[in-house]
């Protein structure tokens, strides 16, 4: 089975996962941080981006790659994976630069929760109407 397009996707969302890896690790470096977040708030945000990444990612290109192994349609699959890559850089990019609430944070988390329920709906349509 190839999956050409969750590939081309998990593969970006890869490479912003080892920069916010990256920035993580020059934080605890620079403050020299070994383990928590030192009451450094640069570092409590980051590894909060990071972390937020690394918990919504995972299962939603899974979905995606559910839905693109029983469908043929490649443009919801692009319009679902674009949602999610554009969401969690927006919501990280949000909450490395502004404490508490900003726009970017929240059009972060709608766009992350909207490829989740559109994923999840989708594969749901296609397995149960077989379409």
Same mark, same amino acid.
């Given at each position: 089975?190839?999956?050409?397009?969750?590939?081309? +996707?998990?593969?970006?969302?890869?490479?912003?996962? /080892? +920069?916010?890896?990256?920035?993580?690790?020059?934080?605890?470096?620079? #403050?020299?941080?070994? !383990?928590?977040?030192?009451? #450094?708030?640069?570092?409590?945000?980051?590894?909060?981006?990071?972390? #937020?990444?690394?918990?919504?990612?995972?299962?939603? !290109?899974?979905?995606?790659?559910? !839905?693109?192994?029983?469908?043929?349609?490649?443009?919801?699959?692009?319009?679902?994976?674009?949602?999610?890559?554009?969401?969690? /850089?927006?919501?990280? +990019?949000? %909450?490395?630069?502004?404490?508490?609430?900003?726009?970017?944070?929240?059009?972060?988390?709608?766009?992350?929760?909207?490829?989740? %329920?559109?994923?999840?709906?989708?594969?749901?349509?296609?397995?149960?109407?077989?379409?």
């Amino acid at each position: 089975m190839v999956l050409p397009i969750t590939a081309f +996707y998990a593969s970006l969302l890869g490479l912003c996962f /080892l +920069y916010m890896s990256l920035l993580v690790i020059s934080v605890r470096r620079t #403050n020299r941080i070994s !383990l928590g977040d030192g009451n #450094n708030e640069d570092l409590r945000r980051l590894t909060r981006a990071h972390g #937020n990444f690394s918990e919504y990612v995972p299962l939603t !290109l899974i979905m995606i790659a559910c !839905l693109e192994a029983n469908s043929d349609y490649t443009w919801i699959i692009h319009g679902i994976s674009c949602l999610l890559l554009f969401g969690r /850089l927006l919501h990280a +990019y949000g %909450l490395r630069q502004h404490e508490g609430a900003s726009w970017q944070r929240f059009v972060g988390m709608i766009s992350t929760f909207l490829a989740i %329920l559109i994923s999840a709906c989708a594969n749901l349509v296609v397995i149960h109407f077989g379409l």
